[in-house]
């Protein structure tokens, strides 16, 4: 239990120096707590400001908005400094090829596009499928919403590739609308299927039918629940809704989500199951019977259920049953079994577990061209820094490394589904643009295949810079690690700071989502500027596997901020920024832990950028996907658990006459998984209780309209990098319209 005395029970405090900020009202507002929790009540006395409809809230988020385009006028160079941030973010994008016979579908955003768009290449002449390809759009976005609001979440082609389901998310909206079109012709032949949100698509052999995931309709569910309620579905092309068949989910818990899959022989089925984002799930696996012919509801069989872990299955080519599973092995491995008979007492390790690396990708490669010597190629990351292996298919045997074009990421390892001697990867690092690869097991070696097609129209200069990865202490001892971007002609030739830089320090540690060394149009517009920027590998994450992960979450959750904490101890006692010249910045999770941070130490920083924050911890789970997160964080309604949370809610830890820093709160009002609500009432919360002038610490709140927590436009985006970068510059003393 949670020390009662450490615990808030007053909430946020206001100053006793008023301020020049957007007037809010204190409300005598106390929530309840259950029975047992370390206080009766805890002060919320901006409620009110969770009712983004009301006209009071419209019209405080209105003055916060005329405060916030006051203060952006004096940033110096932001008009620049989006103008550079375009240019670098106009370059392009690519992705991995995914292959259905010989027609490759991946997805390109030309030079200059506001999305990618999806296409597909094929011979021009079905009969010679080696002679001229021809290229063809499948989805733009843009054609379909000439705005920009429209988003491409996922795609999936059916196994002979004559079909695509594809979904896109419309209006800013997050929502996933599933659609299927003729690959030939490029008509929409089913849909749409709305209630699609975070579906896989499993197609069977033929193209006739496909297993989905889908929310119940919001008739049939309780008042606020509209979000969750999945169900496994099997869905018929071109029949109508009402003919579905539900294979799997009733009886669950309302949070779980569910995946599916289906061999490439149709022959297996698997589902699994996980409750919100806890790190656990279940497999079960159904026999389909030989050929395509699908069972309405097939049976079943478990695999694994109920323990403490993290599995999913697929059956391969040969007919064996692959379990990527960290049961037993918190940096994974990779077991076989055959399916018939696949739980956990009959697997075998192919790959065991690494003490010095975690598992990520894998896959098989057994063409005919290998004859007797099939591979498994492997992605490890050691520290967040990628590595590619071979291993021998039948024992698991390390045979070679794959050599790699430098220190970074390797992301999407894939190889043909029909198999083949080929594998594509995509590889980044911090001033290399994602580039696909293609891995040859015949000779073993790597060829660049597709870069960004706009990469070397860019006129932005090129500045030579470095990273390095430096190891701090945190506070019970674990070393940390964090990535160092510099510019080289700033550094002695042992790889020094010459002098203290204005430095942006990121973080996440959550969810077991690790930050590797990948490209930002960001960090290279801010280095080039002359800045430094760190990227802190923080427990919660998962840089160093499951048991990593979990070091950050529920109680343990102070951890991660010790560790932000250490990383901008070690930063500044090292000479790479001073405290007058350090901002953090963190989004969603990470808006929690900036915003932890600004509450414990406030003035540790200069500045603190939270964007799409979860910060009211005693009433996340009542808003937006807040419930899926329990596992991850604690449950409020558990008296044991919210003192876990009331030990570092942002909101309830506001301290009237602190000197907090400069804050630029950053949201986006369709957002459905992080509730905007969060960000307001903790702005209105440090409004009120700083010490600071506005125009000495501004605590400003940035608000956009018709997008949503994860993908939009490249203009969007330009935007919302170039306010954030200004206002770091302004705080931190860094001039972003510099350019070398």
């Known amino acids: ?35 047992g929790s370390p206080s009766a009540t805890v002060s919320d006395p901006y409620r009110w400001l969770e009712d983004a409809a009301s006209e009071e809230t419209q019209a405080w988020s209105q003055a916060q908005d005329a405060l916030l385009a006051e203060h952006r006028a004096g940033w110096t160079g932001r008009e620049e400094v989006q103008q550079r941030l375009t240019q670098l973010l106009s370059t392009g994008a690519v992705g991995v090829p995914v292959w259905r016979g010989a027609r490759r579908f991946s997805t390109r955003r030309e030079p200059g596009a506001e999305h990618g768009a999806l296409l597909v290449r094929e011979p021009a002449d079905p009969a010679d499928p080696g002679g001229e390809q021809v290229e063809r759009v499948l989805v733009d976005p843009v054609v379909l919403d000439p705005s920009g609001l429209t988003t491409l979440d996922a795609w999936q082609p059916s196994v002979e590739g004559d079909l695509l389901a594809y979904q896109v998310s419309e209006g800013g909206s997050e929502e996933s609308v599933l659609r299927v079109l003729d690959v030939a012709s490029g008509e929409v032949v089913d849909g749409p299927l709305d209630r699609a949100r975070y579906s896989p698509v499993a197609w069977l052999p033929g193209g006739g039918a496909f297993y989905y995931v889908r929310r119940q309709a919001p008739e049939l569910v ?66 389909l019977g030989e050929g395509s012919a699908a069972a309405a509801a097939p049976p079943l069989h478990e695999v694994v259920v109920g323990q403490d872990a993290s599995t999913s299955v697929r059956v391969g080519r040969d007919g064996r049953l692959y379990v990527s599973t960290d049961l037993g092995a918190p940096r994974g491995r990779l077991a076989v079994a055959d399916p018939h008979s696949p739980g956990p007492e009959h697997w075998q390790d192919l790959l065991a577990e690494r003490d010095d690396a975690v598992l990520g990708g894998w896959t098989v490669l057994d063409g005919p061209e290998l004859g007797d010597a099939p591979v498994l190629l492997a992605a490890w990351t050691t520290h967040a820094v990628s590595s590619v292996a071979v291993h021998d298919l039948a024992t698991g045997a390390l045979l070679r490394e794959v050599p790699l074009p430098g220190t970074g990421s ?24 994602p580039h696909v690869h293609r891995f040859d097991a015949r000779t073993g070696e790597v060829e660049l295949v597709e870069g960004p097609p706009g990469a070397s129209a860019s006129d932005e200069p090129e500045v030579a810079t470095t990273t390095q990865q430096l190891e701090v202490t945190s506070a019970d001892g674990t070393t940390v690690r964090v990535l160092v971007t510099a510019r080289a002609d700033a550094l002695d030739d042992d790889g020094r700071p010459l002098a203290a830089a204005p430095l942006v320090l990121y973080g996440y540690g959550g969810f077991g989502i690790s930050l590797g060394p990948t490209w930002s149009a960001s960090t290279l517009a801010w280095v080039r500027s002359g800045g430094v920027w760190a990227q802190a590998g923080l427990r919660g994450g998962g840089e160093e596997g499951e048991e990593w992960h979990r070091a950050g979450m529920g109680p343990h959750k102070p951890r991660v901020y010790e560790d932000l904490e250490a990383a901008a101890d070690g930063l500044v006692e090292r000479g790479w920024t001073t405290t007058g010249q350090l901002g953090i910045f963190g989004g969603s999770n990470g808006g929690l832990l900036v915003g932890a941070a600004l509450t414990r130490r406030p003035s540790a920083y200069a500045a603190v950028v939270c964007s799409a924050p979860l910060l ?52 986006f009002d369709g957002d459905s998984r992080v509730d905007p609500l969060h960000a307001r009432k903790l702005c209105a919360a440090l409004q009120a209780a700083t010490s600071r002038s506005a125009d000495e610490a501004p605590v400003l709140l940035r608000r956009e309209k018709d997008v949503g927590h994860g993908a939009r436009a490249i203009s969007r985006t330009a935007g919302l990098s170039a306010d954030v970068l200004a206002f770091l510059g302004d705080r931190l003393g860094l001039d972003v319209a510099r350019v070398p």
Not at 1 to 19: E, I, N, R, V
Not at 423 to 432: K, L, N, R, S
Not at 636 to 655: I, K, M, N
Request: glycine residues 10%; aromatic residues 10%.
């Open 410 to 433: 390797v992301g999407n390892l894939v190889s043909r589904p029909e198999g083949g001697h080929e594998a594509w990867f995509t590889f980044t690092d911090p001033t290399t643009l």
């Open 616 to 667: 009211d911890m005693v009433r996340f789970q009542l808003h937006g996907l807040g419930r899926t997160w329990a596992g991850e964080y604690g449950d409020a309604t558990d008296p044991e658990q919210l003192g876990w949370l009331l030990a570092h809610s942002p909101y309830h830890h506001v301290r009237a006459d602190e000197p907090y820093p400069a804050t630029l709160f950053t949201v």
């Open 1 to 35: 239990m949670t020390d009662a005395s450490s615990l808030p029970t007053h909430g946020p405090a206001a100053s006793t120096t008023p301020q020049p900020y957007p007037p809010a009202r204190r409300d005598d507002v106390a929530e309840d707590l259950p029975a």
């Open 222 to 287: 309780p008042d606020g629940e509209e979000q969750f309620h999945r169900r496994v579905l099997l869905h018929v092309v071109g029949a109508p809704e009402s003919e579905e068949v539900e294979v799997f989910g009733a009886g669950h818990d309302l949070r779980t989500y569910f995946g599916a899959s289906v061999s490439r022989d149709g022959r297996w089925l698997s589902v699994v199951a996980s409750v919100g984002t806890d790190p656990r799930s279940d497999v079960w696996l159904a026999d």
